[in-house]
């Protein structure tokens, strides 16, 4: 991201109106004492669907009851239920490799990694393979991976992740939509090999660690689950050393595109693999019913009543895995501190109406895909649009941070918003240090992002003591048992992440014009086509 465009575009910051009256306190017990509850062992670790989960719906509507807030549920209640579908593989799956005029029959999950159909109880795919790099369709942005390949019928091999040196929201962004473009090419399963950055970042048997547990997806009223991918019937990972005779029988060893791939630019070409792949596996579904914890504040003015302001939590973490002697994952930075600190800006706005209505969302399922953001943004419950969205996912509060990280800000007039957010928090703004974890395309906002809103996310940055305390939580506590109370909180930083999010709401909501895209964002052009864009700030 250009940080140096959201701080020069801060000039322009006198739009945002200030708070008026009283600046609220930001109490570090009050987040405290949330945490505490959500991420206690009797809530289990709040995996959609479970009782877990439904407890701490309960608490979050309360809390937003206690502030007077209003339930925004089509039915009256604070509750949007959706069902959310689990699938698992029944059996064991087979990718069967045919070069060299022999089979390979791969079906361990040392080797290959199938991904659960939500869309079709039986899947069996045979037909010839062909690899296309990075598997980018976008000549107008300057990727042209399926130059001069034919891939109807086929099965696509893609390298995951992007090219060394995309900048990294685009590089997310297209990353997340490799299996639209493979379908589009009209290809009928996805085989992705891991580069070698991203096995170095997750090693296989993390990998393998990872994708155990269920593929979630919500189901609309037709009984379907919701797909955007579905003509794609498969989608595997395979392991780069099994990978290897596939590539060296066609001629081209596959060391020397990861090592291509590895270089900055590195952009290896597609090529026929003059073999053959078939892909046989079978699911069980199971659906369950969860629910997105919605409230509403009105705004002030009736001629912005339309013009909601979004703010967003995801409440769900992953459960009880039971191998392990501490099983469960309490989820107490991912992501009861995000809900913690989005329920203290949420008291406090409040206590001090805005010009626009405020939407206030603790969502369902986001660890398993956003899927609870998903439905939200594609059914909204409010009448009108949200124009602009505020995330809150796993800040990691165990220092005393002293800059942040705006994710999405500079495509926006937010730029401004938050810039002046942070100067009135007192921290500073910075660019995204982990552009290769592409944390853009990777929580909620995102699927909002998708339906033409603005959005921001923010995470604590890695000035000072930053960068070693979120590494250190990255390696050894996401998405593990550890992720508990037993981390050491620093609940100032609590009280500051959210005061910095709330003049961020608060400047959203009071500003004086409705919130645009620039016109030089990829995000406006992508998903806000015919929306009117600001023209980009100065650089
Ligand atoms: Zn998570």
Redesign the pocket.
């Known amino acids: 991201m250009n940080v140096k465009a959201l701080l020069l575009a801060s000039f322009l910051a006198s739009t945002a109106a200030p708070a008026l009256g009283q600046e609220p306190v930001f109490n570090p017990e009050a987040v405290r004492a949330h945490v505490t509850f959500l991420a206690d062992d009797l809530l289990e670790g709040r995996d959609t669907g479970s009782r877990g989960y439904d407890i701490a719906a309960n608490y979050v509507a309360s809390q937003f009851i206690a502030m007077g807030l209003k339930p925004a549920a089509a039915d009256g209640s604070f509750f949007q239920k959706l069902t959310v579908r689990e699938a698992r593989l029944e059996g064991t799956p087979r990718l069967t490799l045919t070069f060299g005029g022999k089979d390979t029959v791969l079906s361990d999950t040392a080797q290959v990694l199938v991904r659960p159909s939500l869309t079709d109880s039986g899947v069996a795919v045979e037909a010839p393979l062909v690899f296309a790099g990075f598997g980018f369709d976008r000549p107008d942005l300057g990727f042209d991976d399926y130059k001069g390949l034919n891939v109807k019928g086929k099965i696509v091999v893609v390298l995951t992740g992007f090219p060394k040196g995309t900048p990294s929201e685009l590089g997310a962004h297209l990353n997340s939509d490799k299996a639209v473009m493979a379908m589009k090419r009209g290809a009928v399963a996805v085989i992705a090999v891991p580069t070698i950055e991203d096995t170095a970042r997750r090693p296989w048997a993390r990998r393998v660690e990872i994708s155990d547990g269920p593929a979630k997806g919500w189901v609309g009223s037709d009984g379907k689950a919701f797909s955007r991918t579905g003509a794609i019937k498969g989608s595997a990972t395979l392991n780069p050393d099994a990978a290897a005779p596939l590539f060296a029988a066609a001629g081209k060893p596959l060391a020397a595109i990861l090592a291509q791939a590895d270089r900055t630019g590195g952009r290896p070409r597609g090529f026929d693999l003059k073999a053959r792949a078939s892909l046989t596996f079978a699911n069980t579904w199971n659906d369950v019913v969860s629910e997105n914890v919605v409230a509403m504040l009105p705004g002030t003015d009736p001629a912005l009543a339309g013009e909601f302001v979004g703010m967003t939590a ?1 409440l769900d ?2 459960g009880d895995h039971g191998k392990t002697a501490d099983k469960l994952y309490n ?1 107490a930075m ?2 009861a501190s995000g809900v913690a600190t989005m329920l203290e800006v949420a008291r406090a706005v409040a206590s001090q109406p805005t010009r626009r209505p405020v939407l206030f969302a603790a969502l369902t399922g ?2 398993g895909g956003l899927i609870g953001s998903d439905y939200l943004a594609r059914n909204p419950v409010v009448k009108g649009d949200v124009v602009g969205l505020v995330n809150f ?2 800040p990691v509060l165990t220092y005393k941070f002293s800059d942040v990280v705006a994710f999405g800000a500079e495509n926006s007039t937010m730029g401004p918003i938050v810039a002046q957010a942070a100067r009135q928090a007192g921290i500073t703004l910075s660019p995204d240090p982990m552009p290769e974890e592409g944390l853009f395309t990777r929580s909620d906002h995102y699927r909002f992002v998708q339906q033409g809103v603005p959005a921001v996310f923010m995470m604590t940055g890695f000035a000072g003591p930053g960068e070693k305390a979120f590494r250190d939580f990255l390696k050894t506590h ?2 593990q048992p550890s992720d508990d109370l037993k981390l050491p909180f620093d609940w100032e930083a609590g009280a500051l992440f959210a005061k910095v999010n709330y003049y961020t709401v608060l400047g959203l909501a009071n500003g004086a014009e409705r919130l645009r895209w620039y016109a030089g964002s990829l995000f406006g052009k992508e998903f806000a086509p015919k929306a009117a864009k600001a023209a980009d700030p100065v650089k």
């Open positions: 995801h973490h992953i989820g991912d992501n986001e660890e996912d796993m996401y998405h």
